[in-house]
């Protein structure tokens, strides 16, 4: 498989326990998009790396969400001291410039 | 930055029947329109794009138009069969982000 992958595809974890979540773009995609997406709801954007800079990150990832691209291949999520409400999908996507986005299959987070 | 909005959020029709999805956007810097389709569980897959240059484009029974003066662009699927029951996502894209609508959840009845 020649697409984007994540690892893993299933994270179960209670409340306040750090989690990482790996994703590795298709080899010749220089940006890579994180996004977070809840039931019944689009992708909300999270952030977004041009080969290893990061080069924006929403308001909405506050300081526990943490993300890294440091050879500018894969790249990693944390979320630090989980809560309830960061159970979601959370989908990597990655691009050539000026063209779509092609995502990975996500991993699903469940904080209990 | 970008703000797209997407209706209606549930869509029913009859198999045969068409189905329209309409999305605005705010940024008139966007310039790319891809349309992705999301069954239960899956990643987001690209149906179909437009770009800010064209007016129109088709690929079998689905269309998208684009109205760069009023921002707005639209999904249109003919012949539905049950099996383009997903939910469907507009995005505009800019040179660097890319926004998503909330989602339409389309029902074809068969």
């Known amino acids: 498989d020649t697409g984007v992958s994540q690892d893993p595809r299933h994270k179960i974890t209670k409340r306040g326990q750090n989690v990482t979540f790996r994703c590795d773009p298709i080899?010749?995609?220089?940006?890579l998009y994180w996004y977070r997406q809840t039931l019944g709801q689009g992708p909300e954007f999270l952030t977004y790396?041009?080969?290893?800079?990061?080069?924006?990150k929403s308001r909405l990832l506050s300081d526990r969400f943490s993300a890294e691209r440091p050879k500018g291949s894969f790249s990693t999520l944390e979320i630090q001291r989980t809560e309830q409400g960061d159970s979601a999908m959370y989908l990597c996507a990655s691009t050539p410039p000026g063209d779509t986005q092609y995502f990975g299959p996500g991993t699903r987070l469940t904080v209990l | 930055g970008e703000n797209v909005e997407q209706h209606p959020s549930t869509l029913s029709v009859q198999e045969g029947d068409s189905a329209v999805i309409k999305c605005t956007y705010s940024d008139s810097a966007s310039n790319y329109f891809p349309w992705y389709k999301q069954e239960l569980g899956k990643r987001p897959q690209l149906i179909i794009d437009?770009?800010?240059?064209?007016g129109e484009k088709k690929d079998q029974r689905i269309a998208v138009t684009l109205n760069k003066t009023a921002k707005h662009f639209s999904l249109h699927i003919t012949e539905t069969q049950p099996e383009d029951s997903a939910v469907y996502f507009c995005?505009?894209?800019?040179?660097?982000?890319?926004?998503f609508g909330a989602g339409t959840r389309l029902t074809v009845k068969p």
């Open positions: 790396f041009q080969n290893e800079a990061q080069l924006e």
């Open positions: 437009i770009r800010s240059n064209v």
């Open positions: 995005a505009a894209i800019d040179d660097n982000d890319m926004r």
């Open positions: 080899s010749e995609h220089n940006r």
